[in-house]
């Protein structure tokens, strides 16, 4: 029985059957040049779910409706949910 050859290998060798220039593979991205984090987000954390596209469009339309934005409707959402959970409220201002 054949093994199979390494993909990686096969194109190598392909390449080099046909004459092709080898080029080097993209350096990895500098992650210096990344945008730094914006300072309204320093000491906060990240909380994030999966939705159907429904509720995010109801939350934008929601939002622009309001004039506010979409994370300033979950803290609103948050803080109801704290209260009705027993909680105090610690996400709206």
């Not at 803290?75 to 610690?90: M, N, Q, T």
Request: proline share 5%.
């Amino acid at each position: 029985m054949m093994a199979k050859s390494n993909t990686l290998q096969a194109m190598l060798d392909r390449a080099k059957g046909s004459g092709e220039a080898m080029t080097a593979p993209s350096p990895k991205p500098d992650i210096s040049s990344r945008k730094p984090t914006l300072n309204g987000r320093k000491g906060t954390k990240l909380i994030g779910g999966h939705f159907s596209p429904e509720v995010s469009t109801q939350l934008r339309i929601i939002a622009a409706e309001e004039g506010t934005t979409v994370q300033s409707l979950l803290g609103e959402a948050l803080d109801d949910l704290f209260v009705k959970k027993g909680r105090s409220r610690i996400v709206s201002g």
